[in-house]
């Protein structure tokens, strides 16, 4: 029903900054962006997979891990279909495999039913 794909991964010096960027896309038109909370999880080698950020559809309401409160901003697009996670002050703790994720209606509670592949964030120190 939705598929997400992400890119902008990559490796960066500690202090530096990167922007992720997911597109999503409906698979059918009687669907609708709108309808589909989106947020970035990521997991670090032997760590769980946490919720980083997520966006209501409408884009008006979010949320931020405390670890990242401050140095991430979430924002989403949805005529371009885009959902963007811009990290800033990144340090070698936010080194993980980044997944763009979605829910239908609900707004980032339990598990998502949309995952994209993932995309590695490299962050040296």
């Known amino acids: 029903q939705l598929r997400l794909v992400e890119s902008g991964g990559g490796l960066v010096q500690s202090g530096g900054s990167l922007s992720l960027s997911c597109a999503a896309s409906v698979l059918s038109f009687k669907s609708y962006l709108e309808s589909y909370a989106i947020g970035w999880f990521r997991q670090a080698p032997g760590k769980e997979r946490e919720l980083v950020s997520c966006v209501a559809g409408s884009g008006g309401h979010t949320k931020y891990a405390d670890s990242v409160k401050g140095r991430f901003t979430i924002s989403r697009d949805n005529a371009k279909k885009t959902v963007s996670l811009q990290m800033n002050s990144l340090s070698p703790e936010d080194t993980a495999v980044y997944y763009c994720?979605?829910?239908?209606?609900?707004?980032?509670?339990?598990?998502?039913?949309?995952w994209g592949r993932g995309t590695q964030v490299t962050v040296s120190s």
């Open positions: 994720a979605g829910w239908l209606v609900d707004y980032c509670s339990g598990i998502p039913g949309y």
